[in-house]
């Protein structure tokens, strides 16, 4: 737990340091998308969903665009703002806690799957997930520290084959992200691929699914509408409703970059651990599905099939600095151009 926490701490400060300088690199665009707090140096943490996650936390699910934000996250907020007084210090402290935890976790999935039996060797191994390009989501006002730090505990646990850990974990992962729906079908590999009973699988899964079910029953309750999370990504980020013209003529170098890794990491995977092939193919409905790019650069950080790929390809050749430093650079563009308001995933 100790390097996860020495990663998390240098990963923060680093973003800090580049973020309030942020001004002098790039000018800002903050409109609408910026929290309120300006004041606090800390707000360039909180742009785009950030700030509607603390808006949730703050006033709970009032309009048709909170719908489409899971709970779990602004839950945490407001229960810990109770505590600290601040929605924003909160917000940042369970994020940067979280991906303390979700290093934690991914360390031992690494030590799991033989790949590194040293200090520097793990230290190695985590740099491509730690510097992921949209890592920096893990750091911010945004849900992606949380979920990554719930979903590879489930990941974990699946491999251990302890089902009813993997459940839970699970359950919080489908309560906090919308792709958990990705981690059921991941979790329910891992296990049939350790033999555990189908009945142990099925409840694993029923547990999974469970976290997103008490999701709808609760936004029936509030806006009469089980699927209002659907109609809110619909007819505010045109989710399910864009074309495909629309969406090749959207694509970025980034989006081409990710599926490219995808697809990568599919076939790298494919007869040698087919959950992750899968797992990773998955990714490539949200575009597919949805029609536009909204969200799927950010997604991917959790396609964590990649960043350990990335390691297995280079951890022998001198290009894995090259690998590390390429990832790190993108890392550091993300931050300075989310902190200026310019991008939100």
């Known amino acids: 737990m100790a390097l996860a926490l020495l990663c998390t701490i240098a990963v923060v400060l680093l973003g800090i340091l580049l973020g309030v300088r942020n001004d002098a690199m790039i000018a800002s665009r903050l409109g609408g998308h910026a929290h309120h707090s300006l004041a606090n140096p800390l707000s ?147 296990l049939l691929e350790g033999k555990v009973s189908l009945r142990k699988i099925a409840v694993t899964a029923v547990m999974g699914a469970s976290g997103i079910l008490m999701f709808m029953g609760y936004l029936f309750v509030r806006y009469h509408n089980a699927l209002e999370f659907l109609k809110s990504q619909t007819h505010i980020h045109g989710w399910l409703k864009a074309n495909y013209h629309t969406l090749i003529s959207n694509t970025s170098y980034l989006n081409v970059f990710f599926v490219v890794l995808l697809l990568a990491a599919a076939v790298y995977y494919w007869n040698k651990r087919r959950s992750f092939a899968i797992y990773s193919l998955l990714f490539l409905l949200i575009p597919i599905v949805g029609a536009q790019w909204g969200g799927f650069n950010r997604y991917v950080f959790i396609a964590f099939p990649i960043p350990i790929m990335l390691y297995e390809i280079f951890k022998d050749k001198q290009a894995y600095v090259f690998v590390v430093m390429l990832t790190a650079i993108f890392w550091a563009y993300t931050l300075l151009q989310y902190a200026a308001g310019y991008i939100s995933s």
Do not use: C, Q
């Open 44 to 190: 360039i943490f909180a742009r785009w969903d950030g700030k509607d996650y603390l808006s949730i936390a703050h006033n709970g699910y009032k309009t048709l665009l909170d719908a489409g934000f899971f709970p779990l996250y602004p839950l945490l907020i407001r229960l810990l703002h109770y505590v600290i007084g601040s929605y924003l210090i909160s917000a940042l402290l369970i994020s940067w806690f979280s991906l303390a935890g979700a290093i934690y976790f991914y360390i031992k999935i690494i030590k799991h799957l033989g790949l590194a039996n040293t200090k520097t060797n793990l230290v190695l191994a985590i740099a491509p997930f730690v510097l992921f390009p949209t890592a920096v989501f893990a750091i911010v006002t945004y849900t992606e520290g949380l979920f990554a730090m719930l979903a590879l505990a489930g990941i974990y646990f699946a491999f251990k084959k302890r089902y009813l850990l993997t459940g839970v974990f699970l359950m919080l992962a489908t309560l906090t992200h919308v792709t958990g729906a990705l981690l059921i079908v991941l979790d329910v590999l891992l």
